[in-house]
């Protein structure tokens, strides 16, 4: 597909998710949309996500199994090498101890999940910009970030899938670092391989292990149909600590679950703070409407005296506004307005 019409502004989202074996089964999980965060998934469009890419449906089951083999024959390994050594105690130790972890202690874990996506706008423009048929962006970016894997991480990209069923199509992939170490004996002088082991470890493929380098490669692989690499955040930071200036903030990328429980509690505090000046602005409105119906009772009493249609007499320790002429004693008086003059300022009465 020829790229040069396409808009450019578009960068290639690469991401690395650390991932350690005992994940795997809620990975699945959510692969077959059985558990995890389903909220945003489309059901209807989830059949159109297809098999895997790379790897078989029982991937993530091979891969417990082989990560299983690995403890075991570095274990028997071990044991094998101490008994040669005659290192009777070392081996009752390690005996209690038991297996180790084919990997060394990490905070990201000894594998990766890998996202390859775009913003959704651009997979939307199929017919806008080519007449194509629907999902052709989405075939294209896809083949193109398989073999952008298969390129960069060969066997150890163990599983691949695409979905179809969220906001914007994107690769799903897991890679399994497999290394050889070797094993010196310890505290010699002169470091020397006497061993070796099968282990996990990400540092043994460039692109995890420089991820701006990753970055490069696939704003470059994917230059072909217009897109564009991600911001330089890492390169800004480190050129404004140079200068000894405040660096940009650093992106940290949430789980999605974690993203949408700050949005709920966000969405609900804003909620709340809307309600709350409702509220106010309600009790406002009728202390305004309150004083309003006070300030014409005030002017109709005030006018009222003003035209002499009213006068004032003291009874009963009230105020009352009475009519100016007295009727006939043989007519039945007339109404007497009875007002509760203590409510208002007496000042604005005397003035008139």
Do not use: C
């Not at 992939?173 to 391989?193: F, G, N, Q, S």
């Not at 300030?295 to 009230?318: H, K, N, P, Q, Y």
């Amino acid at each position: 597909m020829d790229g040069s019409s396409i808009r450019t502004d578009y960068p290639v989202v690469l991401r690395f998710e650390g991932l350690y074996p005992h994940q795997l089964a809620g990975y699945e999980s959510h692969r077959l949309r059985k558990g995890g965060d389903l909220n945003n998934i489309d059901r209807s469009r989830t059949k159109l996500n297809g098999p895997p890419l790379i790897g078989s449906e029982d991937w993530a089951a091979r891969t417990l199994e082989e990560i299983r083999e690995m403890t075991t024959e570095n274990f028997a390994a071990e044991l094998e090498s101490l008994e040669k050594r005659r290192r009777k105690k070392d081996v009752e130790r390690r005996v209690v101890e038991g297996p180790k972890q084919p990997w060394r202690a990490t905070r990201h874990g000894p594998m990766r999940e890998v996202i390859l996506t775009v913003n959704k706008d651009w997979f939307d423009g199929d017919a806008v910009f080519f007449g194509e048929n629907q999902g052709q962006r989405e075939d294209d970016f896809g083949i193109r970030a398989i073999t952008w894997l298969k390129k960069n991480f060969g066997d150890d990209v163990i599983h691949a899938r695409a979905d179809r069923d969220e906001a914007a199509y994107h690769i799903h992939a897991v890679i399994m670092p497999r290394a050889i170490v070797e094993i010196a004996k310890p505290k010699a002088k002169v470091p020397t391989a006497t061993a070796t082991r099968r282990m996990l470890q990400p540092s043994i493929h460039p692109l995890i292990k420089d991820y701006e380098a990753a970055q490069d490669s696939v704003g470059h692989w994917f230059s072909d149909l217009g897109l564009v690499r991600g911001e330089r955040r890492a390169a800004a930071i480190r050129e404004a600590q140079e200068n000894g200036e405040e660096p940009p903030k650093r992106r940290h990328h949430a789980k999605t679950w974690k993203w949408r429980a700050e949005q709920e509690l966000r969405l609900k505090a804003e909620a709340k703070a809307i309600e709350t000046d409702r509220v106010a602005l309600d009790d406002r409105a009728k202390q305004v409407a309150e004083r309003e119906a006070e300030a014409e009772t005030v002017l109709a009493v005030a006018e009222g005296i003003t035209s002499g249609a009213f006068v004032a007499r003291d009874e009963d320790s009230e105020v009352e506004l009475i009519d100016a002429v007295e009727p006939p004693a043989s007519q039945t008086p007339g109404p007497t307005l009875r007002v509760d003059l203590s409510r208002f300022d007496a000042a604005p009465l005397i003035a008139f």
